[in-house]
């Protein structure tokens, strides 16, 4: 096999034992076509080197990477579906493949979707759609594009099935993704030990994430690791949902077993970018009452780590519990002026000044109705795109009485450092975006015609804008 000299194997999982795992058996494909796999992520664990041939061994059969994982392990977890407790969770139609260590040692998962049935299937059959993956390809691209902290498509393989779904068009392609994340412990893998009450495998459990993926953090005999560990899981949840709303971009299902303890952003259903900005855009055409609504995430995520919360009860002081949760408002809000400055392209300045801007570009995004990606595509680095951002097709809104507060507020901030105002992103009329619009354009042409190209292209757009914003 052609692995790199970064190629650094790993096994962390299995040490938390079979109480939290399922020995599993991939699915067997009758085809595989590579759709797409990312080398620049590869790259970074040592795999960018594989044939194409090697690649779908490893990626579409699940031969075992040399080193690490023996056999897939489907992840035991609960969780809150829409408030609604549901105990029969677990990796349903995907399993953990392989664990990687990058450059940095920082411990990497490859987990599947679409890989086929598992104990926690629950009479599903275990398998994916290619539109499905091609829509997760383009979240996670756009979403690290803008510089949130997402987990990564790293593989997409057809497998030659016709899958019966009964929210689109059927018999439909079917296909097995793998993606690149931090970790693939949620919030829900603590629900599920307290729910059984396993309550001798929680510390068990905050020790592990803890050494894993918070090394920074130095326990003392004096700390309690529990109360260390959620304060770190909401900083780090603030973290990723103030990127999102900077970036308009709406989860659709934030379940508990949909929000990881390193706070990244992963597995991608029926999301949306913004239009325009309005706090009761939905993304999942069954969340009916708004719960997920964009304007609404924020307070998803707090009822989330609140149940996180409720799992550490027998290892940390409720007061602690309680003084950290209280915290996440503001917390969040820090996040949201920091996540905007990045966003706009400008320094931050103080708490006050910072915020005072973030209030005024989303108040006139609302009420103006622009479009959420032309105002900080226009304005990108503060005053010095003033002249290219009236000069734009966006330029009527700029010349609103509305703006001119926002306008003040720009005229006052030092670009970012490395921006490059002549960057060849810069020079088109139109910002880089994934509307449903763009999506289902791109699926139709793929599904009609195995026009493959779209997606390529659209891709390409995607790295621009990331070398642009100094995200890639």
Known sequence: ???????????????????????????????????????KAAGTVGLDTLTDDEWIAHFGRFQPLPGSLPHPLALRYHGHQFRQYNPDLGDGRGFLFAQLRDCNGRLLDLGTKGSGRTPWSRGGDGRLTLKGGVREILAASMLEGLGVDTSRAFSLIETGEELERHDE??????????????????????????????????????????????????????????????????????????????????HGVLNTDNIAITGES????????????????????????????????????????????????????????????????????????????????????????????????????????????????????????????????????????????????????????GFRPDHAYFSSEIPCDMLIGTVETLWSALSANDDWTALDAVLGRIGIMSDALGTG
């Open 266 to 417: 992963f597995d991608y259903g029926p999301w949306r970018f913004l239009p325009r900005f309005d706090p009761s855009f939905t993304a999942a055409y069954f969340d009916h009452n708004g719960l997920y609504s964009y304007g609404n995430q924020p307070q998803a995520l707090m009822w989330s780590l609140a149940r996180l919360a409720e799992c550490l009860l027998e290892n940390a002081p409720h007061a602690g519990l309680s003084e950290i949760l209280s915290s996440f408002p503001e917390l969040y809000e820090t996040e949201l002026d920091a996540a905007w400055c990045r966003r706009l392209g400008v320094c931050r300045v103080s708490a006050e000044d910072d915020r005072a801007l973030r209030q005024a570009v989303t108040l006139f995004m609302e009420e103006s109705g622009i479009p959420f990606h032309a105002l900080p595509f226009d304005w990108y680095g503060g005053a010095v795109s003033m002249r290219r951002a009236m000069a734009s097709p966006r330029s009527a809104f700029y010349a609103e009485p509305g703006f001119q507060p926002v306008r003040a507020l720009l005229g006052s901030r030092d670009a970012l450092p």
């Open 1 to 39: 096999m052609s692995f790199s000299s970064s190629y650094r194997p790993a096994l962390d999982h299995t040490t938390l034992g079979g109480a939290f795992y399922d020995v599993v058996e991939p699915a067997e494909f009758p085809g595989h076509i590579l759709r797409y796999r990312n080398q």
């Open 169 to 250: 068009p059927s018999p439909t392609r079917s296909a097995v993704l793998v993606r690149l994340s931090h970790s693939h412990i949620r919030i829900g893998t603590f629900q599920r030990l307290a729910a059984t009450g396993d309550m001798a495998s929680i510390p068990k459990l905050v020790t592990y994430v803890l050494e894993t993926y918070y090394p920074e953090i130095t326990v003392s005999e004096q700390d309690n690791p529990a109360l260390l560990l959620f304060g770190a899981v909401c900083a780090k949840v603030a973290r990723v949902g103030a990127q999102w709303m900077a970036a308009g971009f709406v």
